[in-house]
């Protein structure tokens, strides 16, 4: 029983990547943004590309945009100049955080590829970096 399981869950991860790889053809190939960043600002988890995330965890290796299920820690790396980082979801200000080490728990509802920002201001300039992960739930 549990093999069958294991066995269901991996063909539906399989499906579901090939499904999202094959929708994604003609969206602009670059994945990963960074806006006028100098090294003020980088979303270190999760990666943008290569893996399935369930409940915040790596748990599959794939080929092109990352699929996260369910709520994930995006976390950022920051200079010690970013006194707080802002985190945007499709455009909206979700959280700032002002205390490294700088994270959001992302924990809500999105289908498909959405767009995350991390930005900081740092002497009247803005910082960025963006991803583009696919998100189920």
Do not use: Q
């Not at 994270?103 to 910082?127: D, H, M, P, S």
């Amino acid at each position: 029983m549990k093999n069958k399981i294991v066995c269901m869950v991996m063909t539906s991860l399989f499906l579901l990547t090939s499904v999202i790889s094959i929708s994604t053809v003609g969206i602009e190939n670059k994945a990963t943004e960074t806006t006028n960043n100098d090294g003020y600002v980088e979303m270190v988890y999760p990666l943008d590309r290569g893996y399935v995330y369930i409940g915040g965890e790596p748990v599959l290796y794939v080929l092109g945009r990352s699929i996260i299920i369910g709520s994930i820690d995006v976390r950022v790396n920051a200079s010690e100049d970013v006194e707080s980082v802002t985190f945007k979801l499709n455009g909206e200000d979700v959280y700032t955080d002002d205390e490294a080490p700088f994270e959001w728990n992302w924990n809500k509802l999105c289908f498909g590829i959405c767009i995350v920002e991390a930005y900081a201001e740092v002497n009247g300039e803005i910082y960025s970096h963006t991803i583009k992960p696919a998100k189920i739930f």
